[in-house]
């Protein structure tokens, strides 16, 4: 299948708003859930993401049919369609059986009986249900994956119905409980070795990203190259971005390396800590990348403008307006950030509505800063830390803010 970007409705329209999972869509639907109806099933029907492997929609999409109260046919209809069209809709008729609906949840198992599309359904709802609602799929299982020839990917629901997986799952790299158990420098150490393969340095990487920034990789950098010597080795630049600033002073002298992997790393490092002369360019960086449509790319320039405070607070109203007009969803949450590092009470009156949004990133900085003085905001924090359709982060943050807004009383 080949994906095409979608068309968007006008971002203050009813559709466009649904389209990009803004909160604002969620609250003007529910003021007229008949004109809100059509686009709801037609955001499931039809791939509306802008970028599908990133924009999270089933949850807002689960909330919507049921907070309209809208039929779930439709969805059960479009389990006749392609993978897609299934993974769509299945992804939302799982979350709203959470929620306690039983036409949904027998739709689903329905599928999985008789379905074409039925092992990546089946693994889903393994994923998402009680093990109680699904095990009895076992029977159904065994006889579709022995006739099919299937070879199940997942862990559940195929462990425990006593199905093995793929060879080629189980034989994937596995963690070295020996190297597990080093200290600090002495993984530090493995990767200076002249004889540690880049296999090996990825795995240290790995393991010492678990344990937090680590300022004595800055030297060992140009040592993490893939072999060929064009990029650097994958974990490297996350490494670098969890140890923020203090990696600068090196960086200067890996931007007038020789080699060009190295020189484009301490330039981008140096790009992620700008001073006063960076801000023209970046303004202009975000104008053009805002005017040409370019929704893939704001969120870098948004957060080297977020190290730049009040002093970038001309990047305020474009900012403001890549919340209310980008469909990269994922992206929301890094605006909304930068906007509260360059001025906090700018993003203030944007968090209501992001209370309401389809992202969990964006969801708990709503939570996490919208004004408790508003009665709304505080029933809405309230709602969604009891919602079974919620992201299970979501729900925590909700409970710890709801649990202050208690002890303010």
Known sequence: MTYQTPAYAPPDSLQGLLQRGRGLGHLRALDDPAAAAPYVYDCIRHERRWDSQCDARARYHARLVRDLGLPIGPLLDQLAGDEESVWRAGAVLELLALAGDGEAAEGLRDYVR????????????????????????????????????????????????????????????????????????????????????????????????????????????????????????????????????RAVPEARAWARDERPWLAALGREVLDDHPGPEALPGLLRELADLRHTGAWCGPDLTARRLAHLGPLAAEAVPPLRALVRETPHSYERADYLRTIAAIDPGAAEDLYPECLWDCEARTLLLAVAAAPAADPAVRARIAALRDDPLEDPDVRAAADQRAEGFADTT
């Open 114 to 245: 008789y379905g074409e599309h039925w092992v990546g359904v089946l693994e889903s709802i393994a994923t998402e249900w009680p093990r109680a609602w699904w095990e009895g799929l076992r029977e159904a299982a065994l006889e579709r994956i022995t006739g099919e020839q299937e070879a199940p990917c997942a862990r559940e629901p195929w462990e425990h119905f006593g199905i093995p997986r793929d060879p080629a799952v189980r034989q994937g790299p596995q963690p070295d409980p020996h190297r597990e158990r080093l200290g600090t420098d002495a993984l530090l150490a493995l990767i200076a070795e002249t004889g540690t393969t880049a296999v090996d340095k990825v795995g240290v990487l790995r393991i010492l990203a678990r344990r937090g920034p680590q300022p004595g990789l800055v030297p060992l950098v140009p040592l993490l190259c893939l072999p060929g010597g064009d990029r650097p080795l994958p974990g490297v630049r996350a490494a670098l971005r969890r140890l923020g600033v």
